[in-house]
């Protein structure tokens, strides 16, 4: 399995972002999440979503501005990034688990065992 993270770059606060995530090997219903890890902080859970793309989780500190979303027939899921905030600064990550987890443990990290490279975000003036 592999899994490819696109779509980040430097924004201003207030602006937006549209993250990709194009997935390739799963071979039966799989989840999908998206992390987050800032300079010198933690990884964090940001959003997830289950196989079917109508069941999703958000944290606290996205909800309302982003949205995520899949496209099972190419493979994708969406991370939209709208009103930026600089705290929203980090290498976002994707990762997938081979099954499809509920919606608590799609904000569990290790319940993911398949991870992309993770691509920057950096919001700034």
């Known amino acids: 399995v592999q899994l490819q993270a696109s779509g980040g770059g430097l924004v201003q606060p207030g602006g937006s972002l549209r993250l990709s995530c194009v997935s390739s090997g799963f071979t039966s219903d799989y989840s999908i999440g998206w992390f987050r890890e800032a300079p010198g902080k933690e990884r964090e859970f940001v959003a997830g979503?289950?196989?079917?793309?109508?069941?999703?989780v958000y944290a606290d500190s996205v909800k309302g501005r982003f949205t995520i979303s899949r496209d099972n027939a190419e493979n994708t899921v969406y991370l939209q990034m709208n009103s930026l905030k600089p705290e929203d600064t980090a290498v976002y990550y994707c990762?997938?688990?081979?099954?499809?987890?509920?919606?608590?443990?799609?904000?569990?990290?290790?319940?993911?065992?398949?991870w992309g490279q993770g691509t920057q975000v950096t919001v700034s003036s």
């Open positions: 979503v289950r196989r079917r793309g109508t069941s999703t």
């Open positions: 990762t997938g688990r081979d099954r499809d987890l509920i919606l608590s443990g799609l904000r569990v990290v290790s319940n993911y065992n398949y």
